[in-house]
């Protein structure tokens, strides 16, 4: 055949339903817990800080849930998203190796966190919410649930990591224009933000401190609704629609993967790209390789411990069993904000618990070794996060040249980096650092 570049399907392609893989997996997800209790969480253990339609998504193991239309008449702003062949990359390293791309950042926000923002927005308008709160890394999460809450007339307050705060203005700026209030954390909004800020004034923050700021305001307004962009059950299910775009798109390019990829941080990009391809490989129909790529500086999957812990720094949230370097971890302050987290999500967890799915890390340099490659060679800047995934990809690439070998590789570019220009400032004038971990328990 020929060399394709660009994979399109129609709209009304668009998938109709998530895929919820907790009805697939072979092995009983373990059930998130109260934190006082220590009993597993119930229904009226979350309402605090969800609407109960999300909490019963949450807890549901119903395989395939309906799409609502209004949240597809939002989907329908950019999705579906385009499947791409990298052949521009494949001539630069000379592989014989064929790269495809998922690209999630034609979103409005500039990345795949839409895909959760618009149905928690609408969920939460249909439960009578009148304002969300949150915490975002990169901005990424921020950007997209405050132009979730812009359509669907809902306030939003949003909790920004400081380090991020600060090296990234411009997507603070873009909360802002769609009507968000935004704080660096630890903030002075907060008693917990107080508390830190008192014991580490110069605290560059993280997204366990800025979950429990959010999680904080609250609890203490009755008319407001926690959301969270990755990690719980419910994100990755809303996040399905990557996957399941991807799978049709690469019948359209006649090839099926041997590997899949997605970078992870908290886990919702990678569970969008890969569970269902999971779901083929659990009932046995397919051997994909499946592959997250993380942070070396914040490297959960490949050196944190399986166990229960904390979603956040004030231990308020369930405990949740997952792969964790501690809730009191406090990760270098790397560029790629949006992996600076110190748990996986539960269900991709459960995956490399299951051995479904592989982990690697790589460093910060090599990541942004491989965003510039990407860039020079196929004109799209990607993310900081995004190229995790890409450096692994270019690391097989060149194995495919050296042992002579044609593998189909596939990884989701979860977003564009148009927004993180100053991060490839640093790397470019010579200045970027290679963290080591930071510490906590």
Known sequence: MSHPIQFLLRAKEMPTHWYNLLADFPEPLPPPLHPGTKQPA????????????????????????????????????????????????????KTPAHIYYKYEGVSPAGSHKPNTAIPQAYYNKLAGTKRLATETGAGQWGSSLAMACQVFGLECTVYMVKVSF???PYRKLLMQTYGAKVYASPSRHTAFGRKMLAESPDSPGSLGAAISEAIEDTIKNHDTKYALGSVLNHVCLHQTV??????????????EPDIIYGCAGGGSNFAGIAFPFLREKIQGKKKFRVVAVEPASCPSLTQGELRYDFGDMAETTPLMMMYTLGHKFMPPSIHAGGLRYHGMAPMVSHC????????????????????????????LVPAPESSHAIAAVVDEAIKCREEGKKRVLVFNLSGNGLLDLAAYDTYLSGEMQHPTSGGGA
């Open 166 to 168: 600060h090296q990234k």
């Open 42 to 93: 119930t229904l009226d253990d979350m309402k605090a800080i969800f609407p109960e339609n999300l909490i019963a998504q949450e807890m549901s193991a119903e395989r395939m849930i309906e799409i609502p239309q209004e949240v597809r008449d939002v989907y329908a702003l950019y999705r579906p998203t385009p499947l791409l062949r990298a052949v521009r990359l494949e001539k630069a390293l």
């Open 352 to 379: 490399k618990k299951l051995g479904l799915i592989d982990a690697v890390a790589v460093t910060q340099t090599k990541v942004f070794e491989a965003g510039v490659l990407f860039a020079r060679s196929e004109g």
């Open 242 to 255: 990557i996957g399941e775009e991807t799978m049709k798109q690469m019948e359209l390019a006649g090839e």
